[in-house]
């Protein structure tokens, strides 16, 4: 897989954080930053999608039983 290099610049506390977690556990710097990045990706793209979900109408519970009851998958 091809790579990139990323530069950012962030507090000597957080780098001092995640090179102790890193090393007491046994993992690669480049590899928990890239799927730390990753996770948040998702966790954004989730609450794009709640709020999307937010706006959408919704129906009663007894509305939806009914719709089922008919379509004979209850």
Known sequence: MAQAQLATRISPQVK???????????LKMNRFIEEALLDKLEELEDVDDLKQILCEPTRPLSEILEELKLDGQL
Request: charged share 35%.
């Open 16 to 26: 001092d954080a995640v090179e102790a977690v890193c090393k007491s556990r046994g």
